[in-house]
């Protein structure tokens, strides 16, 4: 079946520095890459987002980029700040979307 | 705001027992998903509905069955429940415009199978 697969499975950084989770997918009718935060006890949430029409897109900190011919797809975070410590979890998909196993990203200060 | 609310955020179960997982949304959102949460695992899908009364497989809907009578509610049901079906499940909801769209989730609720 279709899947997505997600690494690394753990990463660690020290506070200003970078962080990059990359992903690769199988479903090649895949249009929608989304990508979630999960702190500790709470609910996943939506931090960025981006459609194959589009290769590349930044939020402040945050950027996502997409080689669909590769089927790839990584988050980069930038000047990382103890409260980015979360799982993060990718996603692809269409109407419905499949999700990677998560990265639990720890920046230590 | 979006607000996605599960009944229950933690439940203890007996096996063969029958388990009810209700989830309401209060946006009018077409959409409802449940998925479950296994560490090392990520989020599976294990029904979702795209309208009243329609639903559709996610990819482990194995022993689970779905229930949305009214557009704001999506019940899922485990008609016996297995120590395998322990998880955290989660309720999500979206708006969707030809096209995938943001998943808004429950709390989520943690199910004990004994």
């Known amino acids: 079946g279709e899947n997505v697969e997600q690494h690394p499975s753990t990463l660690s950084v020290q506070e200003g520095d970078s962080a990059v989770i990359k992903c690769t997918y199988s479903?090649?009718?895949?249009?929608?890459f989304p990508w979630y935060k999960q702190e500790l006890g709470k609910r996943p949430q939506l931090i960025i987002d981006?459609?194959?029409?589009?290769g590349e897109k930044k939020d402040q900190r945050i950027a996502v980029t997409l080689n669909k011919t590769a089927k790839h797809f990584s988050l980069h975070i930038t000047e990382t700040q103890p409260e980015d410590s979360a799982v993060y979890f990718c996603?692809?998909?269409?109407?419905?979307?499949?999700f990677g196993t998560g990265t639990r990203l720890k920046v230590l200060a | 705001d979006v607000k996605v609310t599960q009944s229950s955020r933690y439940l203890v179960k007996r096996t063969g027992e029958k388990v009810f997982l209700e989830c309401v949304q209060d946006m009018d959102h077409e959409n409802m998903f449940w998925y479950r949460q296994d560490p090392g695992l990520g989020l599976r899908l294990i029904y979702f509905s795209y309208d009243v009364k329609m639903k559709e497989k996610g990819d482990i809907p194995e022993g689970y069955s779905v229930s949305r009578e009214k557009k704001e509610r999506f019940s899922l049901i485990l008609e016996s429940a297995s120590t395998n079906q322990t998880s955290m499940y989660l309720c999500?909801?979206?708006?969707?415009?030809?096209?995938?769209?943001?998943?808004?989730f429950g709390e989520g609720s943690r199910l004990t199978v004994l």
């Open positions: 996603a692809a998909g269409t109407y419905k979307y499949i």
């Open positions: 981006i459609r194959s029409n589009v």
């Open positions: 479903d090649s009718a895949s249009n929608y």
């Open positions: 999500a909801s979206s708006f969707q415009t030809g096209g995938a769209g943001e998943l808004f």
